[in-house]
């Protein structure tokens, strides 16, 4: 089974934007298992994985922006195999699972030149008496 969802909430300026990230993934087998490569292969188990995310405007810097985002991972490893071997002719090796980073920070900025440019522009109000 795999699945996401994503949510945001986008006030406009001045306010910053808001956004959440979800993705879930069931116990899957790796590359090496499908191969046959190993005897008795490793699995990954549930991955689980949640962002958070900030962005919006620096007032009165003419255009400068940032975007905030924390990521974490609940599944200690991916379905990914690493190491000195891939294929194991010891059967009692069983390869090892990719590590995944638990928690990432991460903090950005942008300037844009313009930003009237990029802006979409309001439709044109309608009058009663038009109809």
């Keep these: ?56 405007g620096i007032p009165k810097t003419g255009g400068l922006r940032y975007s905030v985002s924390v990521d974490h991972n609940f599944a200690p490893f991916g379905a990914y195999m690493v190491g000195p071997q891939r294929s194991a002719e010891d059967s009692s090796w069983r390869g090892e699972l990719y590590p995944l980073p638990r928690t990432t920070v991460m903090f950005g900025l942008s300037f844009d030149h313009d930003p009237r440019a990029k802006r979409v522009p309001e439709p ?8």
């Excluded at 949510?7 to 090496?32: H, I, K």
């Excluded at 044109?124 to 109809?131: E, K, L, V």
Aim: aromatic share 8%; glycine share 10%; charged share 20%.
């Design 124 to 131: 044109p109000a309608t009058s009663p008496s038009a109809r």
């Design 1 to 56: 089974m795999l699945g996401n969802v994503r949510l945001a909430w986008v006030p406009g300026d001045p306010w910053p934007s808001l956004a959440l990230a979800a993705f879930y993934n069931s116990p899957r087998r790796t590359s090496e298992e499908i191969e046959g490569a190993f005897l008795r292969p490793r699995r990954a188990g549930h991955h689980g994985q949640l962002r958070a995310t900030v962005t919006g």
